[in-house]
């Protein structure tokens, strides 16, 4: 099966392509930058200006899935005007070259992943949220919704469409768990504010496993959440990692410092979501990591 990711050297993507190919798949990355030293083997890196389908269009024709991950860093620069554009746009535009893609198909795709995240729920204190919970109207919910919505069409050309609404996902080789762990190494870690925001998170080999199972699994299509089933406040997550690493979890991050430093972005670190995989549970997906302290034992021992 020819397997096509948008985004496909980012975390998730190198992830993933690193499962299908060494299962014998004919894995595309596309990137807009150069292929990074340790791609897995047997991935192909397409250039792309993640807009169009110019140079790689032809390869949605007969593909078995087509796994749209591409998007601006939400979280790695303060929100300013331009920013918050450029995120937007980004993943308007990488829609619209799916789209556009399996449109041209002759031999449709046989499914479209599309990517988004918790985010689109806002901050909602402690409501238990299902993917059937309606949409938040903040920043990062303002992300999330046109970015679901823009690969709807396919629909409309009969493919199966799948929407993964992505908690953190903990990996020791990037994303947030890193930059987490930096201040519990120098002696200063604990919670983010008040440590109440709850936050849901999932590991990364369960990210790709429920990827993987939603691709192969014919009857699902729809929206699912990919978070872990037990999400916990910022507070006990920080205890957790406190313990796995030998450290203290006494030192908060003050709220009113992490506004100076990130301005409107602090929002996303002092909310949060606590949300549950109730579809995924549904199927029958197995996590292979459910509590938060063994997800840590595992990528940080």
């Known amino acids: 099966m020819r397997i096509i990711i948008t985004g496909g050297t980012g975390l998730i993507g190198q992830a993933l392509a690193a499962e299908w190919a060494g299962a014998g798949h004919e894995v595309i990355a596309l990137s807009r930058a150069p292929a990074p030293a340790g791609m897995p083997a047997g991935v192909h890196v397409e250039r792309w200006d993640a807009r169009t389908v110019e ?10 899935a087509i796994i749209n991950l591409a998007g601006a860093g939400i979280a790695d620069r ?13 993943r308007q ?26 985010g689109y729920y806002g901050p ?3 409501e238990t949220l299902t993917e059937d919970s309606a949409p938040g109207n903040d920043f990062p919910a303002q992300v999330c919704i046109p970015w679901e919505a823009s690969t709807k069409a396919v629909e409309a ?34 919670p983010l504010g008040s440590g109440r925001q709850w936050f849901s998170w999932i590991h990364l080999a ?74 995924l549970q549904m199927a029958g997906f197995r996590f292979r990591f459910e509590d938060a302290e063994a997800a840590l034992r595992d990528l940080l021992r």
């Open 55 to 64: 140079g790689w269009g032809h390869l949605a024709d007969g593909a078995g």
């Open 78 to 90: 303060r929100w300013t005007a331009d920013r918050k554009r450029a995120i937007i746009e980004s």
């Open 93 to 118: 535009y990488a829609g619209e070259a799916v789209v556009a893609a399996v449109e041209a198909a002759a031999n449709k795709p046989g499914v479209v992943v599309q990517a988004s995240a918790v």
């Open 124 to 126: 909602r204190g402690s």
């Open 157 to 190: 050309a009969g493919v199966r469409r799948v929407v993964v609404r992505l908690g953190a996902v903990l990996s020791a080789e990037g994303g947030a768990l890193p930059r987490m762990c930096l201040p519990f190494k120098l002696f200063v870690g604990g």
């Open 206 to 279: 369960d990210a790709v496993a429920a990827i993987r199972c939603l691709v192969e699994t014919p009857g699902a299509s729809g929206v699912y959440n990919l978070t872990a089933p037990n999400p916990l406040t910022n507070a006990d997550f920080s205890r957790a990692l406190g313990r796995v690493m030998n450290r203290p979890a006494w030192a908060p991050a003050p709220g009113f410092a992490l506004r100076l430093l990130f301005g409107e972005l602090a929002g996303m670190l002092l909310t949060g979501q606590r949300v549950v995989p109730q579809r």
